[in-house]
């Protein structure tokens, strides 16, 4: 992959829209809220699970497995969906993600005003991407501020769900195409970063007459290293840069702070290798130095969900106790804080303010082409994919199923090396 200052827009893009977008007679600005959407009930995991990994940006395979990519989505959903379910059952049996998502957009249409409507789109659950640009065009809007509910940047979130909104609007809303801003990622903004450590002070405030060995671990949704390291993906210096600047505004509301601050990364899924340190092995580094306290931040996620709620809740405070942690605090996520709210609606105007970012541009800045055959995919137009993932999907299946009754399967995903 070319470093990024060689990333150039491709000739079929360069008539993409450079029209800022304006309340016009003709309706309001859409503001499109990008997040990645959840299962609402048990049912609805192993579909959820297959839409995730049936995204290219998401199971990134060599071009000669591209073919299988829907086939390999099937097996690991259907793999997973157990383990997955418990988890979402352990939390009431859904995520909360569309229900927090949702109540954004509604505060932050009114902190906007009549002339703006906001949206949500999520990319592997209702309301889908398509809805909510449906929506938008039915209710006469003819431009639209897109806003990844993601601060920092990955090929997989704001970018899957900056191609998938691309297609949308390239082939049913031509308006909103020509006239659309995209705020890229917002990792360093100080509304942001100041809404955070004002959070992070409250807990660490919590702990002032109980403990003076106390670590603040910032805990991020990682990555495979791969994303990082071939790919290009920005995501790992912007946490760092969310986290240092987030450091930095805690510290100067408590200078009397003797808290120490350290970053981890959750969520790993599957055999490859992702960001370290891990969370579970930082948590238990942190007990056994004998550091009786912790204030864990999730610094990738704006509102609660499976990886706040049951993952970090339930399974690392447990890890953290068996080690020796007594105090055990977790930041809640951004949800539905005023402070944050303003921030979703201060990214709104100034996008507005600056040139316009199309969602190609978007993309670019970060190091990612979307105008590229997206890795696992093949080359050339998307029919012969159609064709091919069908025609393998049947066999694959099969040969699943083989595998299934004569080996052990988890020999067969460690040998592709996907998630489960
Ligand atoms: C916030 C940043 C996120 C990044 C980066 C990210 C990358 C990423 N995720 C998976 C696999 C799964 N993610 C799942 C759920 C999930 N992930 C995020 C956020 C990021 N993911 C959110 C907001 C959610 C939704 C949570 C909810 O409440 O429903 C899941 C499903 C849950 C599970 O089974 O663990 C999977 C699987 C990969 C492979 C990846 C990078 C390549
Ligand atoms: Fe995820």
């Known amino acids: 992959r070319p470093p990024r200052a060689a990333i150039s827009r491709s000739a079929a893009v360069a008539e993409l829209p450079v029209q800022q977008p304006a309340k016009t007679d003709e309706g309001p600005i859409a503001v499109l809220l990008l997040n990645l959407g959840g299962p609402e009930t048990s049912d609805d995991v192993e579909p959820f699970l297959y839409n995730l990994f049936a995204d290219p940006d998401i199971i990134r395979l060599p071009p000669a497995l591209a073919g299988l990519q829907t086939a390999i989505a099937w097996l690991v959903a259907k793999r997973r969906a157990p383990k997955s379910r418990a988890a979402y059952d352990s939390i009431g049996g859904g995520s909360p993600i569309l229900e927090y998502t949702t109540q954004q957009a509604r505060l932050l249409e009114n902190r906007l005003g009549p002339d703006y409507k ?9 309301p889908f991407t398509d809805d909510a640009v449906q929506k938008a065009v039915a209710d006469g ?31 049913k809303a031509p308006a909103l195409m020509q006239r659309h801003t ?3 990622s917002w990792q360093g903004s100080p509304g942001y970063v100041d809404v955070v450590a004002k959070l992070v002070a409250e807990q660490l405030d919590s702990l002032d007459d109980i403990s003076d060995t106390t670590t603040v671990l910032f805990s991020a949704h990682g990555v495979p290293v791969s994303y990082v390291e071939e790919a290009g993906d920005p995501y790992k210096r912007h946490i760092e840069e969310t986290v240092a600047k987030v450091t930095e505004n805690v510290k100067r509301r408590r200078p009397a702070t003797t808290a120490t601050f350290e970053l981890s990364f959750q969520s790993r899924v599957g055999p490859v290798k992702w960001l370290e340190p891990y969370t579970d092995t930082k948590l238990e580094e942190i007990g056994q130095r004998g550091c009786d306290s912790v204030v864990v931040v999730p610094i990738s996620f704006v509102s609660e969900h499976i990886e706040t709620l049951e993952e970090l809740d339930i399974e690392y405070r447990e890890v953290a106790e068996e080690a020796g942690v007594k105090h055990w605090r977790r930041v809640p996520a951004l949800n539905l804080d005023e402070d944050f709210i303003s921030e979703l609606a201060t990214q709104v105007r100034g996008a507005l303010a600056k040139p316009v970012v199309n969602s190609v541009d978007a993309c670019i800045l970060n190091s990612f082409d979307l105008t590229e055959t997206p890795v696992g995919m093949l080359p050339g137009v998307d029919e012969p994919v159609e064709f091919v993932n069908g025609r393998t999907m049947t066999v694959a299946i ?23």
Do not use: K, N
């Not at 809007?141 to 900056?162: D, R, W």
């Not at 099969?398 to 489960?420: K, Q």
């Open 182 to 184: 995209v705020v890229p």
């Open 398 to 420: 099969t040969l699943t199923i083989l595998f299934e009754l004569l080996a052990d399967r988890a020999s067969v995903v460690g040998l592709l090396g996907l998630p489960v």
């Open 141 to 171: 809007c003819t431009s639209a501020v897109v806003l990844p509910l993601y601060p920092h940047f990955s090929i997989s979130t704001t970018g899957s769900s900056l191609r998938a909104l691309l297609a949308e609007m390239q082939a």
């Open 118 to 126: 906001c949206y949500v789109a999520m990319r592997y659950w209702h």
